[in-house]
């Protein structure tokens, strides 16, 4: 295999696992779009982003996390628990909602540190910290109370149901066609900041490098367990701001609301394109994860026939298709790198090797 | 004191059932204090009753998926579908007795399928689970929180896809006795017991128990011992999905219904936190103990039952368990370093 030809796919190798998800995307879209009317609708696309805005958020924030190679499975407790709180508090003619908002975001922030540290310095393992970190959360929500407290409030509402109509495309006069909602863009301004810090702050790259070899970060001096607990106190932030959104969707609060939707949140994470253990991975890559998932469900909707079970199946077996993706190139990839060490391979063109290069 | 006895103590001391065993002492202790009568057993109709019965009752299907859950934690994994097999195999539990749901026959004696097959075609539907799993892992090289996190979401799915989203409630009396019956002590408890022997005689009276060990520990250099990694890790994970689907069988038994959407509900948490409790550690694997296992499913629910006991309202259990658990967590990590540390001291001290 000569350099020349090799050089384009394993320039670009890292994006096939985001590249396949963004064709499955198309792909699936293209195939709705043809065997349903219905779908053909600019609408059905904005309601991608206008269904989950609080599944993104929360994606973008795990995102983090299991790029460092850590894990958090506290997220569904910290956005129920959010959205019970606020309820809570905005009952009645209660705190001023801005405030409301500030107050949970630090409180989910104040989670996501204690978690951190509990890994960080108390060396307790991800995986059960943040469990703890879930039963904790959603006992208090029941702490706060048992049934669902609706919310009547109108920031929330104006949050809620302000539509933002697509300049060209709707109708100004008579305020009808394609919209937005206010969430959709604040997920779009948590992404973009989200890319940001990822890719142009040493924070970001602190977290690639924690993912990709601990030690190894250490030693280069890089302030390994500050930026740990950062990423969780980040996580925390983002599962709280998917709460505020979510209880501005569903207009309530009550515990038993985000069941599951850490294992949701992190099949998208997968889907994605970013790797389980850390390193690899890239925000965008989530964002096509969370389309991705739901236009499954737009399908399945669509269809009527097949039963809405069928959504938690297919997001399984895809998050299989996708691990199985990534898994394959990592084995071909370390194979490669093995093989060139072990055997000689003839050159067919280029310099002939230094005497010293030769194995 | 005799080289004998100091070194059987010593050996106890050191070994995985010591701090289980303390916990689970310390929250009886807890209790006794709080509630003087805490211990009280009952005899009715021939049946025991009491705080501790229902500790060992309630904890059944954690203490069975403790079981399988240390043997695949050993071998360095993880399985997080348990909850979800459990409703598999109610829901195909349900389904063997009366597979039309709308006739929903009222008899207690009737069933389609006798409780011999229906135990044989849903042990082995839950063993096949684990293979899937294990195939996963041991073959595909998957990540296995990754592997195990796939069957875990499809499986609620595919069990509620079997049901077609109803909850069967089950008549057969038979079958509830799995989960309700009481031969002296609750009938889930000799389930509990006949599962935890089968698999203490398959690795500890057999080499099996060692190559878990070895591949947890060290992977590569059993390789070059000649113990199969693959093989190992495979009958682990069929293991767990075995004894998943005992315990979905044992938990939709108790409540006689098959209901997909909770049965098994996070319970998989609960199994992964008994088996650290157990001492077998998470993520690295090596050494385990399946009697610390159940130990450490007993102290878990004994921290539930504690809980309701002494009267804390239903709600806030949930948050004290968290605490609870990270409390018990710190203290595994930091005491057994200290103990092992201030015992091989003495130890040298000695000689």
């Not at chain 2, 097999?85 to 009222?106: E, Q, R, Y």
Request: hydrophobic share 55%; with cysteine; proline share 3%.
């Amino acid at each position: 295999m000569t350099d020349r030809s090799s050089s384009a796919w394993v320039r670009y190798q890292r994006f096939a696992p985001m590249g396949a998800t963004i064709l499955l995307f198309c792909l699936a879209y293209a195939y709705g779009a043809i065997a349903y009317e219905g779908m053909r609708d600019p609408q059905v696309f904005l309601n991608l982003f206008r269904a989950a805005p609080f599944l993104l958020i929360s994606a973008i924030g795990m995102t983090f996390v299991i790029l460092s190679g850590g894990i958090d499975l506290s997220v569904g407790g910290v956005v129920a628990l959010t959205t019970v709180a606020s309820a809570a508090l905005l009952r009645g003619n209660g705190m001023d909602p801005w405030l409301v908002i500030v107050v949970m975001l630090l409180m989910g922030m104040a989670f996501g540190a204690t978690m951190g540290i509990l890994i960080t310095y108390l060396k307790v393992q991800p995986f059960i910290a943040t469990l703890a970190g879930l039963w904790v959360a959603r006992g208090l929500c029941f702490w706060i109370s048992d049934d669902a407290i609706a919310i009547d409030n109108r920031l929330w509402d104006v949050l809620g149901q302000t539509k933002l109509l697509i300049p060209g495309l709707a109708d100004p006069v008579t305020k009808q066609g394609p919209f937005i909602s206010i969430l959709v863009v604040v997920e779009f301004v948590v992404l973009f900041a989200a890319i940001f810090v990822a890719h142009y702050k040493g924070f970001g790259r602190t977290v690639y490098a924690i993912g990709g070899n601990e030690a190894s970060a250490r030693l280069m001096g890089l302030r390994v367990n500050r930026t740990k607990v950062l990423v969780y106190t980040l996580n925390g932030f983002c599962s709280a701001l998917a709460g505020i959104a979510l209880s501005i969707d569903v207009s309530s609060g009550h515990g038993l609301y985000a069941m599951g939707l850490e294992l949701t949140v992190i099949g998208a994470v997968v889907i994605g394109g970013t790797l389980l253990t850390g390193g690899s991975g890239y925000v965008i890559g989530t964002l096509f994860g969370v389309l991705v998932i739901g236009v499954i469900q737009t399908l399945i909707q669509f269809n009527g026939s097949l039963s809405s079970w069928w959504t938690p199946i297919v997001v399984g077996g895809l998050t299989l298709v996708f691990i199985g993706v990534q898994s394959f190139l990592m084995a071909r990839r370390t194979k490669r790198a093995t093989s060139r060490r072990r055997t000689a391979q003839p050159r067919t063109t280029g310099d002939p090797p230094l005497p010293e290069q030769a194995t | 004191m005799t080289v004998a006895r100091s070194s059987r103590l010593h050996r106890f001391a050191e070994s995985k059932l010591v701090f289980p065993l303390i916990v689970l002492a310390a929250i009886l202790l807890f209790d006794l204090l709080f509630d003087p009568d805490f211990f009280g057993l009952q005899v009715i109709d021939g049946h025991l009753y009491g705080n501790l019965i229902d500790i060992l009752r309630n904890g059944a299907t954690v203490m069975l998926l403790a079981i399988g859950m240390t043997l695949v934690v050993a071998t360095g994994g993880v399985d997080l579908s348990v909850g979800a097999v459990m409703a598999i195999s109610a829901s195909i539990a349900a389904l063997l007795i009366d597979p039309d749901f709308k006739a929903l026959t009222h008899d207690p004696t009737m069933s389609v399928t006798p409780l011999w097959l229906i135990f044989v075609v849903t042990l082995t539907v839950a063993t096949l689970c684990g293979l899937w799993n294990g195939v996963l892992v041991a073959y595909g090289g998957i990540q296995p929180m990754v592997a195990t996190l796939i069957l875990m979401i499809a499986g609620r799915g595919i069990a509620q896809l079997i049901t077609e989203s109803v909850r069967i409630q089950i008549f057969y009396e038979p079958y509830a006795f799995l989960g309700n019956g009481w031969v002296i002590l609750p009938f889930s408890l000799f389930i509990v017991a006949v599962v935890f022997t089968i698999f203490w005689l398959l690795t500890r009276r057999t080499s099996l128990g060692m190559f878990i060990e070895a591949v947890g520990i060290n992977a590569r250099s059993s390789f070059y011992s000649g113990v199969d990694e693959k093989r190992v890790k495979l009958f682990a994970y069929m293991a767990c999905g075995f004894c998943a689907g005992m315990a979905g069988l044992v938990a939709s038994s108790n409540i006689r219904t098959s209901d997909a959407n909770n049965i098994g509900l996070n319970l998989e948490l609960d199994a992964i936190l008994a088996v650290v409790i157990g001492g077998t550690a998470l993520g690295a694997g090596g050494r385990f103990s399946l009697f610390a296992g159940i130990i450490g499913a007993l102290v878990i629910q004994a921290i539930t039952t504690s809980m309701y006991a002494i009267g804390v309202p239903a709600n806030a259990l949930l948050t004290i368990k968290g605490i609870v658990v990270i409390i018990v967590i710190l203290l595994l990590s930091d005491q057994v370093r200290g103990f092992i540390r201030r015992a091989a001291s003495r130890q040298v001290r000695s000689t």
